[in-house]
């Protein structure tokens, strides 16, 4: 069953590159043996450095469930995740990933991500896009309206 829905996103990730439309990546999520969600790499042909196919299938899953958790879902990728998909993997709460080619198969077609890896293990201040915090008297207001809110929704 997991090979036949990495199929599936081995052919969009195909079919993708063969459109024109986006990079070569696919992700389908599961839920219950079912396909809800399934998108290539719109990354190109959305303008949008965010719309890897993962991050689309996430959201292509959550308006299908009208939810924002993803647990008990499962999502199939063509290739192990980037450390934006796998912060959104989390924020998910997916129950399991699958995936197809490594970050290292990604690196040899030139996709490769391991300087946000590296980045990622720096203080703010130390990373090549420079991070700088400014203190400001009412910088924890949102925190405090949060914690204060009654009816919050948590996630």
């Known amino acids: 069953m997991h090979e036949t829905f990495l199929q599936q996103t081995l052919q969009l990730a195909v079919d993708n590159v063969d459109s024109g439309k986006g990079g070569p990546y696919g992700a389908v999520i599961v839920k219950d043996n ?11 042909s959305t303008i949008d450095p965010t719309a890897h196919a993962e991050i689309m299938a996430i959201r292509a899953a959550c308006k299908h469930l ?3 958790r993803l647990a008990g879902c499962v999502l199939y990728t063509s290739c192990e995740p980037c450390p934006m998909c796998l912060g959104a993997i989390y924020w998910a709460r997916l129950d399991k ?29 130390l990373r090549s896009i420079p991070m700088l915090n400014i203190s400001l008297p009412n910088a924890r207001e949102p925190f405090e309206a949060w914690n204060q809110k009654i009816d919050k929704i948590p996630y």
């Open 97 to 125: 990933v699958y995936y197809a080619c490594n970050r290292f198969d990604a690196a040899a077609a030139k996709f490769d991500d391991s300087f946000i890896y590296d980045e990622i293990n720096l203080l703010p201040q």
């Open 66 to 68: 009208n939810d924002f």
């Open 34 to 44: 079912q396909v809800i969600a399934a998108s290539a790499n719109k990354v190109t």
